[in-house]
């Protein structure tokens, strides 16, 4: 984790003709991967510390990237039911499959 916190450091300092076009128009998604990194870092690297001077095992923890499922199982009813309803919602408006 250190030596990966130093590449960061490194790249953004001494080759910022890399960094900036890669902060800013970042479409891929590995940003995100970035920006999780170094939030984690943040707050695993005190934690380390503290466990360190303490003896014990402690970990704090921060809520903002907490992984929320929002998912709704379906049955294969409800599938066919929700399909019925956009066929008919469809046919109401006076449309055919092949114009959707």
């Not at 970035?34 to 095992?57: C, S």
């Not at 809520?63 to 009813?77: A, M």
Request: glycine content about 4%; charged content about 30%.
């Amino acid at each position: 984790m250190y030596v990966a916190l130093y590449a960061l450091g490194t790249l953004c300092r001494y080759h910022p003709e890399k960094w900036n076009p890669f902060i800013r128009n970042d479409i891929t998604g590995e940003k995100l991967l970035v920006e999780k990194f170094t939030f984690y870092a943040r707050r695993l690297i005190p934690n380390l510390a503290l466990n360190h001077i303490t003896g014990k095992r402690m970990c704090f923890t921060n809520d903002k990237y907490r992984q929320t499922d929002k998912t709704t199982p379906v049955s294969r009813n409800d599938v066919q039911k929700i399909i019925e309803e956009e066929m008919r919602k469809l046919s109401t408006k006076g449309m055919r499959m092949d114009e959707f």
